[in-house]
C-alpha cells in the first residue's frame, strides 16, 4: 500500500470500510485520490438508540454575542460621538474593530470541555485592556478627543461585554464521545455524570465489552471515531488512558475529526491535577507532561498561616459573646461541660485537643461502641444521620455549624487552619492506607471542599478524594474560593448532621 493510500485510509479494527480524511487537510503533501465508493456508516456493535443530529448550538450563541458586542460598541461609539468626546469616524471604527479584537483572543471561540464563565470574562477584560493601549497609541491622531472620556468609554464597553458570558442562562452541554477500553469507559461516565456536564453520545472500544454500557451507542475499534462524531453530532472526542493508542494513530484521528468539526482530547491518566500545574515539555523528540510539585512549604504557606491566625483571633473575639450565650444555654440544657475536647491528628500525625461546643449527652463516647452496627458511612467514618446521643439543641448547633466555633482557637494556636482536609480522629488514622495518609502533610482545617461539597453526604471515597484534589492544588485563591463557598454550604445545611 502507498504512502498516500495510507495516510488516506484508516482502517478499522473492527473490519469496517475505510474513512476518508478530507483532502483540504493534505493536499500539499498527497496527490489526487482516486474516486472510490463513498463508505458506509459504521454500525453499533451493541444495541443502541438512534440519537437526533443537531447542530451546534454553541456557534449559533457565538454569532448572538458577537452582535450584541457589536451593537453595544456601536451605541457607546456614537453616544460618545454625540457629545462632542470622539469623532464620529473614529466611533464608527471602534465599533467595527471591537468585535473583532474579542474574535482574535479566542472570546467567541466553539469550545468544548474545561470553559468557564470566568475564563470567558477575563477574556473579555484583557481585551479591554489591549484596546484602551491601542487606542492611546492612536489617540494623538485622533483630534479633538478627550483621553479620560476614551478611557472611560473602553472600560464600560469591556464591562458591558461580560454581561453576556455572566448571564444565568442554561447552557448546551459538550456532546462527547469516549475512546478507550470499556472500563475506563464507564468509569469516566460515572465521573461525567456526578457532574452532569457533559453528555455521552456515543463510545468507541477496544474491545466489545462484557457488560453493555446501558442504552449508549457503542463501537468497537478507533479507525472510525470521526464517522462516530459526526453520525452523534458530538463536539470532542475524548481519548481515555488505556486506550494505547500509537502516535500515528492519534495524529490521523486529529485530521479526520477537523473534517467534521469536532475536537481531540487525550486523558492524561493524572487524578485531581489542575491544569496550572501542568505544561507540555518537548525533549529529544518527545512531548511529555510535566507537572509540577504540590506547594507544602514556602513562602506562601508561612503568609497563609500568620493571615489565618489573625483573622481567626479577631473572628474568636466578635463571636465572644454568642459562644458565652451558647455555652450557657448548652450548661442549662444538660449537665456537664459546655465545651467538648476531642483528640485528633494534625499535621505529620501530630496529635492535638480539638474543641467544640458539646452537642451530645457526656456519655456520647462510651454509647458509640454500641451504635457500631447502625453506621449510616461507609469507610471508617461514624455517622449517623439520626444520631441518638445528639441533644435538642446539639442538633441546631449542628445544623448551622455553631459547634465548630470553638475550633478558632485551635487555629490562633497553630493546630488547624482556617480552611484544610477534615480533622481526623486517630482510630480513624490506624485504618488509613497510602491515599488517606497523604492528608496529614498539612494541618486540618475547619472548613475545607469537604465541608462545602457535602460534608456527611459523602462517601469515604469521595471525601479522600476531594481532601487529596485539596492538598495536591493548594493556593491561596483556591481556599478564598472555598471560604466563600462555605457561606453558602452553612446557610444550606447540606451534610449538616
Not at 218 to 231: H, K, L, N, P
Not at 308 to 317: G, K, N, S, T
Amino acid at each position: 500500500m502507498s504512502m498516500s493510500q495510507t495516510v488516506r485510509e484508516i482502517t478499522s479494527e473492527a473490519g469496517s470500510t475505510p474513512i476518508s480524511i478530507p483532502r483540504q487537510y493534505g493536499r500539499e503533501l498527497l496527490p489526487a485520490p482516486v474516486p472510490a465508493p463513498a463508505p458506509a456508516d459504521p454500525q453499533p456493535v451493541l444495541a443502541g438508540p438512534e440519537l437526533d443530529v443537531r447542530p451546534f448550538p454553541r456557534r449559533a450563541r457565538s454569532r448572538w454575542t458577537i452582535g450584541v458586542d457589536a451593537v453595544l460598541a456601536l451605541v457607546l461609539g456614537v453616544t460618545a460621538a454625540a457629545v462632542g468626546a470622539l469623532p464620529m469616524t473614529a466611533a464608527l471604527v471602534g465599533a467595527a474593530a471591537w468585535p473583532l479584537l474579542l474574535l482574535a483572543a479566542g472570546h467567541y471561540r466553539h469550545g468544548t470541555l474545561g470553559g468557564t464563565r470566568a475564563a470567558h470574562v477575563g477574556v473579555v477584560l484583557m481585551t479591554g485592556v489591549r484596546a484602551g493601549v491601542l487606542a492611546l497609541a492612536l489617540s494623538p491622531w485622533l483630534p479633538s478627543t478627550d483621553l479620560t472620556t476614551l478611557g472611560a468609554l473602553v472600560a464600560i464597553l469591556s464591562v458591558a461585554s461580560t454581561v453576556p458570558a455572566l448571564v444565568v442562562v442554561r447552557r448546551p452541554r459538550p456532546r462527547l464521545v469516549l475512546a478507550g477500553r470499556p472500563r475506563d469507559v464507564r468509569e469516566a461516565m460515572a465521573e461525567l455524570i456526578t457532574t452532569n456536564t457533559h453528555e455521552v453520545v456515543a463510545a468507541c472500544l477496544t474491545r466489545s465489552p462484557k457488560v453493555p454500557l446501558g442504552d449508549l451507542a457503542t463501537y468497537v475499534g478507533f479507525a472510525d471515531a470521526a464517522e462516530v462524531a459526526s453520525r452523534h453530532d458530538a463536539d470532542a472526542v475524548v481519548v481515555l488512558p488505556g486506550a494505547r493508542l500509537p502516535h500515528v494513530e492519534v495524529r490521523r484521528l486529529h485530521w479526520s475529526l477537523a473534517g467534521v468539526g469536532a475536537e481531540l482530547y487525550l486523558g492524561t491518566g493524572l487524578l485531581d491535577v489542575e491544569p496550572q500545574r501542568t505544561r507540555v515539555v518537548s525533549t529529544a523528540g518527545i512531548d511529555v507532561l510535566h507537572v509540577t510539585d504540590p506547594v507544602l512549604d514556602g513562602p506562601r504557606r508561612l503568609l497563609k498561616d500568620l493571615v489565618e491566625r489573625i483573622v481567626a483571633l479577631v473572628a474568636l473575639v466578635v463571636a465572644a459573646p454568642l459562644l458565652a450565650a451558647l455555652c450557657i444555654a448548652i450548661r442549662r440544657e444538660s449537665p456537664g461541660p459546655a465545651l467538648f475536647r476531642q483528640e485528633r491528628i494534625g499535621r505529620d500525625g501530630v496529635p492535638f485537643t480539638m474543641l467544640k461546643l458539646r452537642s451530645m449527652g457526656v456519655d456520647a463516647e462510651t454509647a458509640r461502641e454500641a451504635l457500631t452496627e447502625v453506621n449510616e458511612h461507609d469507610g471508617v467514618l461514624f455517622k449517623i444521620r439520626a444520631d441518638p446521643r445528639i441533644t435538642p439543641l446539639g442538633a441546631r448547633l449542628r445544623r448551622y455549624s455553631l459547634d465548630e466555633l470553638p475550633q478558632l482557637w485551635n487555629v490562633v494556636r497553630g493546630d488547624m487552619s482556617l480552611v484544610g482536609p477534615r480533622p481526623a480522629l486517630p482510630c480513624e488514622v490506624a485504618r488509613y492506607d497510602v491515599d488517606p495518609r497523604r492528608r496529614l502533610v498539612v494541618k486540618p482545617g475547619v472548613t475545607g471542599l469537604w465541608q462545602v461539597s457535602g460534608r456527611s453526604d459523602l462517601s469515604w471515597a469521595e471525601s479522600v478524594r476531594l481532601d487529596l484534589k485539596y492538598v495536591e492544588n493548594w493556593s491561596l485563591g483556591l481556599d478564598l474560593r472555598i471560604l466563600a463557598r462555605t457561606v453558602r454550604a452553612v446557610l444550606g445545611h447540606r451534610g449538616a448532621y
